[in-house]
């Protein structure tokens, strides 16, 4: 079936639901030609607030992202939301578990959902999340939220990606301290305690502030804050912050910085998956990795030296 990318890329520019979530679906399954769109598209974007939000499992992050995504609208602002669920072990698709938390606003004219499963990658992100958001970014969003999978420790991709990162934590997890250990400490911006109504509240709120005050002095200390996602308490409060920190971060120069940082990563992994395609390809067609195992094998080679051929060829 032949696809008019044109008439997918005037559908993104001129808000159509339908085409654009078309050309989500292409860049997810990586159509090569939908690389043309995604260049193009590219020129249109940066104005989005990009907002990473991540935690463990039942911290409650797609409820936390419903009740933001209510909360702009109620500013009049236009909302994406990238939910990143646990793949099918048989389609290879989200189960959509987070769609299903967010049945309210999907019908909403202002809000675009957008599911997708982390296919075997790691990190808490699908592969193609970062060019969704990109599509979301050109459609118009004012924000975009990016709900990971819910993460460990180290599942930190997310800090590729968003422009803020919201950690969310909830008491009662047994060691709380284990929950907010360094790696997914140290990319918050913002700190939420949701589930405020269980008990071990204050406990955690003063850990996690004496945690804080370890990090380097020279940085913002980001904000520790309280919410119960279920009722919206506190969740008004969470925008506001976010929003005071993006005028911050652009007033200082953080936020450009920040963005300059994700997009020389960005370019970075691409070049990883050309290059990983091409050997692949050269592999397949030729014999080569058999060739070289062998040699390694017999140890006439080693790992090193067969990288550097690998490369040179190519």
Not at 141 to 153: H, K, L, P, S
Request: charged share 30%.
């Amino acid at each position: 079936m032949d696809i008019d990318f044109q008439k997918l890329l005037d559908g993104v520019l001129n808000k159509d639901v339908r085409l654009t979530s078309r050309a989500i679906t292409l860049v997810e399954n990586e159509n090569p030609e939908s690389v043309s769109m995604l260049k193009k598209l590219f020129k249109h974007t940066g104005n989005a607030k990009i907002i990473g939000i991540t935690g463990p499992p039942g911290s409650g992050k797609s409820t936390l992202t419903d009740k933001l995504a209510k909360a702009a609208r109620h500013q009049g602002k236009t909302v994406g939301i990238v939910a990143v669920d646990p793949t099918s072990p048989f389609t290879g698709g989200a189960i959509l578990g987070d769609r299903v938390r967010m049945q309210e606003i999907s019908t909403d004219p202002g809000v675009f959902i957008r599911s997708m499963g982390t296919r075997g990658q790691l990190g808490g992100l699908a592969k193609a999340t970062m060019s969704a958001v990109r599509v979301l970014d050109a459609y118009g969003c004012d924000y975009i939220f990016i709900e990971t999978v819910g993460v460990g420790q180290s599942e930190v991709d997310i800090i590729k990606l968003a422009d803020l990162v919201c950690i969310v934590l909830i008491p009662g997890m047994g060691d709380d301290i284990q929950s907010i250990k360094a790696g997914i400490m140290e990319i918050g911006d913002i700190f939420t305690i949701n589930k405020c109504d269980r008990e071990g509240v204050e406990r955690l709120y003063t850990e996690l502030n004496m945690m804080l005050d370890l990090r380097d002095s020279s940085e913002v200390r980001p904000p520790v804050l309280k919410t119960i996602a279920q009722t919206g308490e506190g969740v008004s409060e969470m925008l506001e912050e976010a929003d005071k920190l993006f005028y911050n971060m652009k007033e200082s120069g953080k936020l450009q910085k920040r963005r300059k940082r994700n997009l020389k990563i960005e370019v970075e992994n691409i070049l990883t998956s050309i290059f990983v395609k091409k050997v692949n390809k050269v592999a397949a067609e030729t014999g080569l990795m058999d060739d070289y195992a062998d040699k390694m094998s017999k140890k006439e080679s080693d790992p090193f030296t067969v990288a550097e051929d690998i490369l040179n060829k190519l």
